[in-house]
């Protein structure tokens, strides 16, 4: 699928600042993609610039700033085409759960403070109902999610609790991400929070926003993305840009400003076109 997007970021500030340092994670992962071009531009021009790969495998921009400002925008270009995953889930993995190993690789992956007895019992139950298979699981998860949760926009502040979400049944996609990630990990599924964008226009303000679901990790095949706030599994209608065992590590724009008493305002656009 062809993917073209804008993302704009405007910060205004009610007087001038000075900018610490910022990390963006604008950039697209290189898994299931070919980037064709990207072009990453910021106002005022940063006094450094350096791009690399953090520790979970996100490509990331680091900037540094000099004087004073009071606006900061960041504007995010890029053409590419995905691939879309090219493994499924095996069907002779261990039965759920699984003991997890603290030695792994995918042991960050599994540390969640949000497993409380609640999440715990309804990921066992599901579990139960798939008969322990993990791709019935995951499956049942996903489409579960998705029924019972009334999904909708809240720009502002992070996830919730995953045992708030489950109780209330109402959540953004970032909190209905973090509640799958919980049920997984009460499983010993490894487990990942991944933003990012998705070709589905569906929203209910009708506009288009940063996207957020889960990537859990299946031996023998690797990571796997589903979408319970559109109740499918992940193939070519996303983009990954950032993945890491919490949304934090994941945040598009990362950064500060200092500032006695001055407050801001944050406004963004996002223009995607699949096809």
Request: hydrophobic residues 40%; contains cysteine; glycine residues 8%.
């Amino acid at each position: 699928m062809r993917f073209t997007v804008r993302h704009d970021t405007l910060y205004r500030y009610a007087a001038p600042v000075r900018l610490a340092g910022h990390v963006l994670r604008l950039t697209p992962r290189p898994e299931g993609v070919s980037l064709r071009s990207h072009v990453l531009s910021v106002d005022p021009m940063p006094a450094a610039r350096d791009g690399r790969v953090d520790g979970f495998g996100n490509p990331v921009v680091d900037l540094e700033f000099t004087g004073e400002t009071d606006v900061l925008r960041i504007e995010s270009r890029f053409e590419l085409e995905t691939i879309g995953p090219s493994t499924r889930i095996a069907a002779d993995v261990p039965e759920l759960p699984w003991a997890p190993d603290p030695r792994a690789a995918t042991a960050p992956f599994l540390v969640d403070p949000g497993i409380d007895d609640e999440v715990r019992a309804f990921a066992f139950a599901l579990a139960a109902a798939s008969h322990r298979r993990a791709a019935g699981f995951l499956d049942l998860l996903t489409r579960t999610l998705f029924a019972r949760t009334d999904r909708h926009i809240r720009p502002d502040g992070p996830a919730q609790r995953a045992a708030h979400t489950l109780a209330t049944g109402r959540g953004a996609c970032r909190d209905v991400t973090v509640l799958f990630l919980a049920a997984a990990r009460a499983l010993g599924i490894p487990a990942r929070f991944v933003s990012g964008y998705q070709a589905r226009a569906e929203t209910p303000d009708g506009r288009r926003h940063l996207h957020a679901w889960p990537e859990v990790f299946v031996p023998g095949s690797g990571w796997h993305g589903f979408d319970p706030t559109h109740g499918v599994a992940v193939e070519d209608g996303h983009v990954a840009l950032a993945a890491a065992p919490d949304q934090f590590g994941t945040m598009p724009v990362e950064g500060g400003y200092y500032g006695e008493a001055v407050a801001s305002t944050l406004t963004y656009t996002v223009e995607i076109d699949a096809d």
